[in-house]
C-alpha cells in the first residue's frame, strides 16, 4: 500500500497520526495447506481465482488492533486474489466513509457496509467507546451473483477481519467534518468517444490477451467514457492503469455516494452497464492495459 499525503487537500480534522489514530489494513484471504505451507491452487468450480479460508491482516492471522483514540481511521485493501468483502461491524455501528481508491470524497457518506472487489481501496472513520470490543466483519457481499456462483466464488461466506480492542480511556478525536474535498466532474459531453467494453470470461470484446496487440489508442488531453459490462455472470472488477476515473452511471443511473470520489478500480455487477469518465491527461507511456480479475486487454496513449 502507497498512502500519498497532499497537504493542500488534506483535511486536519480527519485522524492521520499514522500508528495512533491511522492504520493501513491491507485484507487477504489464504489457503494453507495441513503442514502449514501457502496453497496458491486455485478452483475448479469457483473459476474466479484463488480463495481462501484464513484471513490475514498486514499479514498476521487473528489480527486485533488496540485503539487509544476515540475515533480511528482505518484504510482498507482489498488484497485478495479474488474474493469480494462487504465490510462491515458485527454490531452494525454506522462509521464514516471519507475517501476511495484517488483520494477524499466530496463529504463524507455515513453508512454501515462498504463492498470492495479486488484492488478496491477505502477509507472509513468509525467511533470506538471506551473498553470495548468491535469486530469488523465481512458479510455476503450484494454483488448480483447467482446462487451458485455465489457459493463457489466465496460470496456466501462471512469472515472476521479484525477486532478493535479500546482502551479503558481515550484520547478526543474530532467529529468528521461533512466537507471533505472539492473534485470537479468531468462532463460527458466534452468526451472525443465513448468505448463499449465487454467481459467475458477471460475475454474483453471477444478477445484473449495478447500484450503484442494494441486494441485502441487515445488520445492525450481528452476525455473519454468508457462503458463497461459484466456479460458472464462471473465476479469482475475493473482497473484502468495510470489514470484516475470518475464513475457517472451504474446500470443507468447516477453512480451512489460511495463511488462519488476519484478511482481506479471498480466492481462490475453482471449484466448492468458501468459508465465512467477518463481524462487521459498523464506523460504519454507505451502502453495503458485495461482489467479484469481475469485478463488484461492493451491499449496505447498518442500524444
Not at 102 to 121: D, Q
Not at 136 to 151: E, I, N, Y
Not at 217 to 222: F, M, N, P, Q
Request: with cysteine.
Amino acid at each position: 500500500m502507497f498512502i500519498v499525503d497532499d497537504p493542500a487537500t488534506d483535511v486536519a480534522a480527519l485522524p492521520h497520526d499514522y500508528g495512533v489514530d491511522d492504520f493501513p489494513i491491507i485484507v487477504q484471504d489464504k489457503r494453507f495447506t495441513r503442514d502449514g505451507r501457502l496453497d496458491s491452487s486455485g478452483s475448479l468450480l469457483g473459476g474466479v481465482g484463488i480463495l481462501g479460508d484464513t484471513v490475514a491482516v498486514n499479514g498476521t492471522v487473528g489480527p486485533y488492533l488496540d485503539v487509544t483514540t476515540e475515533r480511528v481511521r482505518l484504510r482498507l485493501l482489498n488484497g485478495s486474489n479474488a474474493r469480494v468483502y462487504d465490510f462491515g461491524f458485527a454490531d452494525d455501528r454506522s462509521f464514516a466513509l471519507v475517501g476511495t481508491d484517488g483520494g477524499l470524497l466530496p463529504s463524507a457518506h455515513e453508512t454501515t457496509r462498504i463492498m470492495l472487489s479486488p484492488g478496491e481501496r477505502a477509507e472509513i472513520v468509525v467511533a470506538v467507546r471506551p473498553g470495548e470490543r468491535a469486530v469488523l466483519r465481512s458479510t455476503p457481499p450484494r454483488a448480483g451473483l447467482s446462487a451458485l456462483t455465489k457459493r463457489f466464488s466465496g460470496g456466501s461466506d462471512t469472515l472476521d477481519i479484525l477486532e478493535l480492542r479500546a482502551a479503558g480511556e481515550l484520547a478526543s478525536r474530532p467529529a468528521v467534518p461533512p466537507r471533505l474535498a472539492a473534485i470537479t466532474r468531468l462532463d460527458p459531453g466534452q468526451a472525443a468517444q465513448t468505448r463499449d467494453f465487454r467481459l467475458t470470461s477471460e475475454t474483453i470484446n471477444g478477445r484473449s490477451m495478447d500484450m503484442s496487440r494494441v486494441d485502441a489508442t487515445v488520445e492525450k488531453d481528452t476525455v473519454e467514457v468508457w462503458r463497461i459490462t459484466n456479460e458472464d455472470g462471473i465476479q469482475h472488477s475493473f482497473h484502468v492503469h495510470d489514470v484516475q476515473f470518475q464513475v457517472h452511471t451504474v446500470d443507468r443511473r447516477a453512480a451512489p455516494p460511495h463511488l462519488g470520489g476519484w478511482k481506479d478500480t471498480v466492481y462490475l455487477p453482471p449484466h448492468q452497464p458501468v459508465e465512467i469518465i477518463v481524462r487521459f491527461a498523464d506523460t504519454p507511456i507505451r502502453a495503458r492495459r485495461t482489467c479484469s480479475i481475469a485478463m488484461c486487454s492493451a491499449m496505447r496513449t498518442r500524444a
